[in-house]
């Protein structure tokens, strides 16, 4: 027999063995009626509605609402007048250069009056 076939032979019986009944086995404590005792038994008493805990009824709820509403209208108008004065800033722009020009050949003009030619 080769050297390495009896290790080889020996591996593969102990493969074919059954295993062993050496598995670990915890054990969960039972949680039933003690569990649900304790969750019962824990209630939390109603909040006290104050300057920090509001209560929401129909009518706080009808003000947060016209609130909101009121908001969006605001949001609304601002924009509005911004996109008015975003509009009048870029046309304002778009005249720029022709001013500029103008500016610029009056300058040219004052400057040769003034220099006496």
Do not use: H
């Not at 076939?5 to 019986?13: E, I, R």
């Not at 909040?47 to 908001?71: M, Y």
């Not at 911004?82 to 001013?99: D, H, I, M, S």
Request: hydrophobic content about 35%; cysteine-free.
């Amino acid at each position: 027999m080769p050297p390495r076939l009896g290790p080889m032979l020996l591996v593969s019986a102990l493969a074919l063995l059954p295993p062993a009944v050496a598995t670990a086995q915890f054990r969960l404590p039972k949680i039933g009626k003690k569990a649900e005792d304790k969750v019962a038994a824990r209630t939390t008493p109603p909040p006290t509605f104050n300057d920090r805990t509001l209560e929401i009824t129909d009518q706080r709820a009808d003000q947060l609402v016209k609130g909101l509403q009121a908001e969006s209208r605001a949001l609304e108008q601002a924009d509005k007048e911004f996109k008015g004065k975003q509009a009048a800033y870029e046309e304002e722009n778009k005249r720029y250069p022709a001013q500029r020009s103008a500016y610029d050949n009056k300058q040219k003009a004052w400057k040769i009056v003034s220099s006496g030619r």
